[in-house]
């Protein structure tokens, strides 16, 4: 079956850091755009980062442009999102989601498969 799976979630302090992963299996994510997503209790789901197959197209949600940074390791079918500089803002359950296409970078939660999320809680 095809899925991907998150992992690196956890509890930082504010300022801290944290490195999210995105594995697949049973597809390469070089064939795919991959996103991360984020939702907080009782808001809606929402683009963090996105990025394109080939790797050379990347988006990020304005509040956190300079502090994200999303990247591919082909050898590992890995996507990873570094979080810097992280803010009680970015308290939420983060997913990682792929679509089998090309060339594109897609920030809305149109893709076809989805992880299970991983907590990253941001607190003093």
């Known amino acids: 079956q095809l899925q991907v799976v998150e992992s690196g979630g956890g509890l930082v302090q504010p300022g801290g850091s944290l490195r999210l992963s995105c594995a697949a299996s049973g597809f390469t994510l070089d064939y795919s755009t991959v996103g991360w997503f984020r939702q907080a209790p009782g808001k809606e789901r929402e683009g963090v980062s996105c990025i394109s197959s080939s790797g050379k197209s990347t988006n990020y949600k304005d509040s956190v442009k300079g502090r994200f940074t999303i990247s591919r390791d082909t050898a590992k079918n890995t996507v990873y999102l570094q979080m810097n500089s992280l803010k009680p803002g970015d308290t939420a359950v983060y997913y990682c989601?792929?679509?089998?296409?090309?060339?594109?970078?897609?920030?809305?939660?149109?893709?076809?498969?989805w992880g299970q999320g991983t907590q990253v809680a941001v607190s003093s």
């Open positions: 989601a792929a679509l089998l296409v090309q060339n594109v970078c897609l920030m809305t939660p149109l893709h076809k498969y």
